[in-house]
């Protein structure tokens, strides 16, 4: 299970108005564990960032003013992303600005290249309804350190995401750990198959002895015994009325 957690910053709150992606991180997790393995790169948008998102990032015009603009990275991107889970936050933000820059270059979007996308602000407000669902609030939430986020950064804030994102979801560890089992457990019960396997039977006072406790079963539980079944044969019974020993 390979999926990519994915940030950008932008020069302003709207690719409608033209703005552009400034910066772009993504990290990659494989079975819920970090890989090591991330995408980032600082682009130059070729135009200001709106003042105010200038204060989230920082990330000036003369820092970006040598760095590759969003054509010369698209294809090592949508190949970072091939066939993977796209996990990001608020996506439909992240997602518009990527459509646009793709749009720009003659590129499909964004899921023609990956396995699906799937919005941890959604998520959140659907686990934790009626709070602050931001990454902050998040990181505060599940006891994740974010001290060093001073700053938005995509590369730092798809990594604080990853995290979050494994923290909301933990329960679905144990569900990969059940299907991890699964073929080991097939191919040892496979190996039973030409195991001569001895039957005891039970005795008739064993038998009568079972259907005291199915009778008391069945009693408090107001005839809702699930394993008392009218048309059961007595297996000592069946044993005589057909010639067995």
Known sequence: MRQIVLDTETTGLEHKLGHRIVEIAAVELCNRQFTGNHFHYYLNPERESDEGALKVHGLTTEFLKDKPRFHEVSKELLNFISDAELIIHNAPFDVGFLNHELGLVNLEKLDNYCLSITDTLKLAKEFHPGKRNNLDALCERYNIDNSKRTLHGALLDAELLAEVYLAMTRGQ?????????????????????????????????????????????????????????????????????????
């Open 173 to 245: 560890e144990s569900l990969l750990i059940e299907l991890e089992y699964v073929e080991p457990i097939q191919l040892a019960l496979s190996k039973l198959d030409n195991v001569n396997i001895r039957i005891i039977e039970a005795t008739a006072e064993e038998y009568a002895q079972h259907l005291m406790v199915l009778e008391n079963i069945s009693r408090e539980s107001n005839n809702n015994c699930l394993w008392s079944r009218p048309e059961t044969e007595n297996p000592i019974d069946a044993k005589s009325k057909h010639g067995g020993n």
